[in-house]
């Protein structure tokens, strides 16, 4: 009797325990499958939303930009040719200067007392020149006449000949001598604007000084200098080639001036890949400045079909630039691009064909191979 209880007993605890483990496991599977939907509820909730756009093909002026500076198209470092001290100084710092215009007076004494000294040269070698030429006229007649040998008549001739050449050597020494004297006189060489002085009156002007004695500049017509990328090189031959290139700068206020380009530059520079141009402008009422930097904008004809994006489609990364482009799934690809420029507020870029989707904005949060989820949003570049 005892052992029948003890065996239904140990009956009922297995039962109730296959029960509870039954129940254990139902139970389990109903919250795992509650997971799975709330774990799939989230990853939609996670999903990256995204606006997209589409590379659009556009006819657009080439319009090329850069930072350069102007300088002056003539510029010269003013030294004097002999040495002496400044009497006068004939014009003032920062004056617009005329071709010829008198700058400094130097010291002549010296010059003018050899000027005369090689005339006085000159005048005694022409007394001996006309007397031998005298001498030389009678000894022919006598010749003729037979008084004399023919030897005398030589020897006449030779002195006419060696006076001669010591006259021409004495009026070389007056036009040296004329030269030291004009050099003492200073006048400008271009019309332009004089810099700082860098001596006074009683200074003594030396050719080899380490400085000059002024520097002078010309401002109209005035340059722009300025680099482009060597990519940029063939449009702007092309545009050379059909005519005047013009070029633009703009000024701090707004206002715009313009100008054409003059020089391009025979090498393209190795080390980062530019090359140097140089762009002529007007500048009668003197606003633009050497060494002032400004923005230049050349205009290099147009480019027919160019593709656009809106600039801030293109992100940067350690192999260049690259957007982010969508397949069927919505899945983020790289897509490796080429920017040519920017203008007007788009990108120019080669690489990408016309119809991808590409992630617009949330790219910067945006993970390759990652399935992104697209806002409807107006697609920028075809505005």
Do not use: C
Request: aromatic share 4%.
């Amino acid at each position: 009797m005892i052992r029948q209880r003890h065996l239904l007993k140990l009956a009922i605890v297995a039962a109730v325990a296959v029960a509870a483990a039954g129940f254990a496991i139902t139970h389990g599977q109903a919250l795992s499958h509650a997971e799975g939907r709330d774990g799939k509820a989230t990853a939609q909730k996670a999903a990256l939303v995204v606006t997209v756009t589409t590379p659009v093909a556009r006819d657009l002026p080439i319009r090329l930009s850069a930072q350069g500076h102007l300088v002056a198209l003539n510029q010269v470092d003013v030294r004097p040719q002999v040495a002496g001290v400044i009497r006068s100084v004939d014009f003032h710092e920062g004056d617009t200067m005329r071709v010829g215009q008198l700058l400094f007076t130097l010291d002549a004494t010296e010059a003018e007392a050899q000027l005369a000294r090689t005339r006085g040269t000159a005048a005694n070698v022409q007394a001996q020149l006309d007397d031998a030429v005298r001498v030389l006229k009678r000894s022919q007649e006598l010749l003729s006449e037979k008084f004399i040998s023919q030897s005398a008549v030589d020897s006449a001739v030779s002195k006419v000949e060696s006076l001669r050449g010591q006259l021409r050597t004495a009026q070389a020494d007056i036009d040296n001598a004329m030269a030291q004297v004009a050099h003492t006189r200073i006048v400008s060489p271009l019309a332009g604007k004089a810099g700082a002085l860098n001596v006074h009156v009683g200074s003594l002007a030396q050719p080899a000084a380490a400085q000059p004695l002024v520097v002078l500049a010309q401002f109209d017509p005035i340059g722009a200098e300025f680099s482009l990328p060597e990519d940029n090189l063939s449009a702007v031959l092309a545009a050379r080639d059909a005519g005047a290139v013009s070029v633009s700068l703009n000024l701090p206020g707004g206002q715009r001036v313009a100008g054409q380009l003059s020089f391009i530059n025979n090498t393209v520079t190795t080390g980062s890949g530019t090359i140097t141009l140089k762009a002529t402008f007007r500048n009668s009422r003197e606003k633009l400045w050497p060494g002032a930097f400004v923005t230049v904008t050349l205009e290099a004809g147009s480019s027919r079909g160019a593709m656009v994006l809106p600039p801030e489609a293109i992100l940067e990364g350690p192999k260049g630039s690259f957007v982010y482009t969508l397949d069927a799934s919505n899945r983020a690809l790289v897509h490796p691009v080429k920017v040519l420029r920017i203008q007007e507020r788009q990108a120019v870029i080669e690489g990408l064909g016309a119809g991808a989707r590409v992630v617009l904005q949330g790219n910067q949060s945006v993970v390759p191979g990652a399935v992104v989820a697209v806002a409807a949003a107006p697609n920028v570049a075809a505005q």
